[in-house]
């Protein structure tokens, strides 16, 4: 009996030594970290938390919080430490903040012992998707401590950094026929992304990168980018890094750019892409500006010529451009005027492109003609031009060109009729362009007021069909703006001051005057992000005569709309719309009604 219990401990001993020190070693595919004190979770093994903690770090308890233990009812086996504070010393996966407060659970049936103060640890966190039931309810709880010793640290990092754990990117989970679905698609280089997140929700870590646009594969996006996008940590996804070229898939809401989904911007990545996606342009077909009507892109050009193109430039790389299209920016794209429709241009000249694709054929083939559409670019640019709009020079598109450029008429409005339009105008005068503004802040001399009582040098925005013509003078049939608005007109309608419109318009204004706006549905609505699941809405009223107001909501672009709100104040200019889903893209619609 004495050799036997003499013989014990040295084996005891022994076996101690020769054995890592497991949380299980009946388990040998879960290699977790030795504890020499049991503390929180001493239950849980520490690769099964990988994966279900929302948060790993390392941090000194400096104050312990208020110590709960239950009712007398429902005691706790232990204690409960609510607000305990933590400061934050080495993220070891995910973010959390300098300073937080986290729920610490001590089970004294497991001989758990309670955490030091001034201590260090590694904790294992989550976020609490409860609302807080009392002062003392924080939203993070520990699901594990360990002593934070470098033999700790260093086995959770080999942990985190196995291959099941690892390196998954953000939209993991959505598949990429549905991820092209997005409004819009793009590579580009991560500029700015914090080194980790907030937890602003259960689950994830939300962070705000900023982004150097470089191809757009479908959609527009601004250049650079700043976009909102969750980490979610089951399945482990990590951020994207600084410097790393990816493909994005955003959707837009009002202010907000949502990342749906990440991918590494690889040959084949690239090539599923463009497999999913419809074809930029017909095979062969080289074009810019397509998605810009003929009507704006004459309004808004300073030139307009046929010619070929003689040179493709050179393809550039840089973020002076605010906004980013499909396809490729070209520099110095060599062009010989043929005939010059509207403005000046040399016989020869170079431009700025925003093209949809470059095309594989050899130059002669795709040289054009072309009717180009261009503005001029600031002196100190190598381009005079930048083209808005390209189109093939055909006898049809050159006759439809001329015919914008030389209209007989002007409609400012073609949904009024001009009875409507005399009817509703706060002020009908003759008047000179002597500048064209782009949509607002046309500029014009009055000589000829028949109805109110314009300024002898007033602005007014003109968003015409077919341009009008800087020099020239127009009846002008106008409703009063809005403070908010440009200039104190805007234009119902736009006449050429031929002698039978001017007679015409003369004998209409003598009828009765409509107020305009009496059951007008209300305009400049706008969209304000407070929060993830907030957005404050503002408009422009004109419905004087409505009695109550609908606000509407849309998820599905428009297809179906719920109504969120019935206002009874029929002169209200806003709307708080809660509950919202941060996964979701919403429309908006403000309708008046009469009972």
Known sequence: MNKTIAVLPVLFVALLASVKPLESQNAPASTTPGESVKLTGSDLKSDDLILKAEAIYTGKIT?????????????????????????LLQILRCGMYDQMAV????????????PKVGNSYIFFVTKDSAKPTSAYTVPFTALKL???????????????????????LSGSQLKLPDAVKCDAVFIGEITGVPPFGSLAMAGASTYVGKIKVSQVFDGSIDNPVSVLFWVRYNPHEVPPENGHTYIFFVSK????????????????????IKALLPPAAPSGDFFCGDDLKAEVALVQSDAIFTGEITGMGTEDHDNSFSY???GFHLKHVEIKVDRILRGTAGDTTSATLFVNF??????????????????????????????????????????????????SEYVSNDSFSLEEAVSKSDAIFIGDITELGLGVGSNVKVFQVFRGSPARQTSITVNTVSAPQEGSSYIFLARKNSVEEAGPFSALK????????????????????????????PTDLRATVQNLTS?????????????????????????????????????????LATGLSPDLMYSFQVIPGKE
Do not use: C
């Open 63 to 87: 104050d312990m919080g208020v110590q709960d233990k239950g009712t007398p009812d429902a005691p706790y086996a232990g204690s409960t430490y609510r607000g305990a504070h933590v400061q």
């Open 146 to 168: 360990l002593d934070a010793s470098e033999e700790n640290v260093t086995e959770v990092k080999r942990l985190i950094a196995l291959p099941q754990n690892q390196n998954q």
């Open 358 to 407: 470059i095309p594989h054929q050899p130059i002669d083939q795709i040289k054009g003609p072309y009717v180009f559409y261009v503005k001029n670019n600031d002196p100190k640019d190598n381009d005079p031009f930048t083209v808005l709009k390209q189109l093939p020079a055909t006898d049809a598109n050159i006759a439809k060109t001329k015919q914008l450029i030389a209209p």
């Open 103 to 114: 729920t610490l659970t001590v089970d004294v049936t497991r001989h758990e012992s309670i």
């Open 535 to 575: 957005m404050k809405l503002d408009w422009t009223n004109h419905a004087s005569a409505a009695t109550y107001i609908l606000v509407q909501e849309s998820t599905d672009d428009g297809n179906t709309w719920k109504t969120i709100a019935k206002l009874t104040d029929p002169t209200a200019t806003s709307y």
């Open 253 to 272: 809401t009002p202010g907000w750019n949502i990342l749906n989904k990440i991918l590494p911007a690889t040959g084949d990545n690239i090539a599923q």
């Open 494 to 521: 736009l006449l050429p001051a031929s002698d039978d419109n001017i007679a015409q318009v003369k004998e209409l204004a003598k009828g009765p005057r409509i107020p305009f706006g009496t059951m007008d549905a």
């Open 324 to 326: 980013a299209y499909p």
